[in-house]
């Protein structure tokens, strides 16, 4: 059997029913799974189903970024996303780190974080030591509440006692549940364990237990992705491959030193990611709350991203984050178009996912720089942009590609512009 390769040429030429006539078959996706994606979607007595106080749905493009090779396989990656510019720039990102052999991208356990708020104990130290003697039975305890988490793997893996001695409120004592979520995203989960683990805690340490709830610095359940480029294949408009990588190495490490730098670079790297995670029903909130605090973790804010040339004058970049994504529960099982989008990947494992998504993080963030480091975000970004400004002035069909040609060739992509151009179209 030949391995299907995610190189598609010519992909963003085809028509829409084309390109969804090749994915479909690039997936093994049925009429009816294409047709949710296409056409059917979320349906409002689905939504009902989910939320409250529902009166409709509400549709976002979804986009497939392509060249995806990771640890040696090739993945076409689903992205749910209404910013121009961002599956483009992924999909190029993305065949230049394939120039260098692609992706290598690794995680650790799945291991998320519950936390258990103790106050008014009389002994602090004294309080430390007896959960340090309570362990074996707490750890136990804490896998009463979900037995096929724990016939699966999962479970209770370790206890953390954090004292703050000098707060608002005056001293109090945290507790740190480690606990393996298998493919779950795990809240559900970890916060049932904290909640049956807390009445034990308040008992052992004299103590009063307050709120019971898990973490989202899932710093024990981090997805790392790496990868080459060439400098040759860095090479573009009079800049040597040289070049552009020192001017990305320059750009990250203006993101290391700078939070404000650091806070529109990680935003570029969401950018990516986020669209993914929507795409496949996970909660995109908790992986944003996750990477920034991640970001903070060494008391300032800087870039999530390392960038840097090697030796022999090849980018290298790699990035760390936590990434808390599950491939069981929630709206992954639910949203119709969410279980298309995993299967469209292949996703096998929870980890699996959070390895791709850090792939994505990772190309995100390479066009970007290199866009900044070169000829300006705008460049590229506005010429996709004008599509959405020729709309807004009311152009309609064949129109919009007209106008926003024009646009872009005029280089004034602006709403009054784009008006004065429809109407000399209509006049026509």
Request: charged share 20%; aromatic share 4%.
């Amino acid at each position: 059997m030949t391995e299907k390769s995610s190189r598609l040429p010519g992909f963003y030429k085809k028509t829409l029913a084309e390109r969804a006539a090749e994915v479909a078959q690039w997936a093994n996706l049925t009429p009816e799974e294409i047709a949710t994606i296409t056409t059917n979607g979320l349906q409002p007595e689905q939504a009902e189903l989910m939320i409250e106080n529902v009166i409709g749905t509400y549709a976002l493009p979804f986009g497939v970024a392509a060249n995806f090779q990771i640890n040696g396989r090739d993945y076409l990656i689903p992205m749910v996303v209404e910013e121009p510019s961002v599956v483009a720039a992924i999909s190029h990102a993305a065949k230049l780190i394939r120039a260098g052999g692609g992706f290598t991208a690794s995680t650790s356990d799945p291991v998320m974080i519950g936390q258990i708020q103790v106050l008014d104990i009389p002994d602090m130290d004294a309080a430390i030591a007896a959960l340090e003697a309570h362990k074996p039975e707490l750890l136990e305890q804490a896998d009463c509440c979900d037995k096929l988490m724990v016939s699966l793997g999962g479970g209770a893996r370790a206890l953390e006692f954090r004292p703050f001695p000098d707060t608002p409120v005056g001293p109090m004592l945290i507790v740190h549940l480690h606990y393996d979520c298998r493919d779950a995203m795990g809240a559900n989960a970890v916060n049932t364990a904290v909640e049956n683990l807390a009445p034990m805690i308040a008992d052992i340490t004299g103590g009063r237990t307050n709120l019971r709830i898990l973490s989202n610095l899932a710093d024990q359940r981090t997805a790392t992705a790496s990868g080459v480029i060439p400098a040759a294949a860095l090479e573009r408009d009079g800049y040597t491959g040289t070049e552009v990588a020192r001017f990305i190495a320059e750009a990250n490490a203006f993101a290391v030193v700078d939070p404000y730098r650091a806070a529109t670079h990680n935003k570029g790297i969401m950018n990516g990611i986020d669209a993914v995670v929507i795409a496949t029903g996970n909660d995109w909130r908790a992986i944003e709350a996750g990477a920034h605090s991640y970001a903070a973790r060494n008391g300032r804010y800087q870039a999530l991203t390392d960038w840097h040339v090697t030796e022999n004058g090849d980018l290298y970049g790699e990035i760390t984050l936590p990434m808390a994504v599950g491939i069981v529960g929630g709206a992954t099982k639910v949203h119709p178009t969410a279980k298309v989008a995993m299967k469209l990947m292949g996703i096998q494992s929870a980890p699996e996912l959070a390895m791709v998504l850090a792939c994505v993080g990772l190309a995100q963030n390479l066009a970007a720089i290199k866009a900044l480091s070169t000829v300006g975000i705008q460049k590229g970004h506005m010429r996709l942009h004008a599509r959405q400004v020729a709309i807004a002035a009311g152009a309609t069909n064949d129109q919009v590609q007209a106008i926003a040609n024009q646009l872009a060739a005029e280089k004034k992509i602006n709403i009054v512009r784009a008006q004065e151009l429809l109407a000399e179209l209509n006049q026509r």
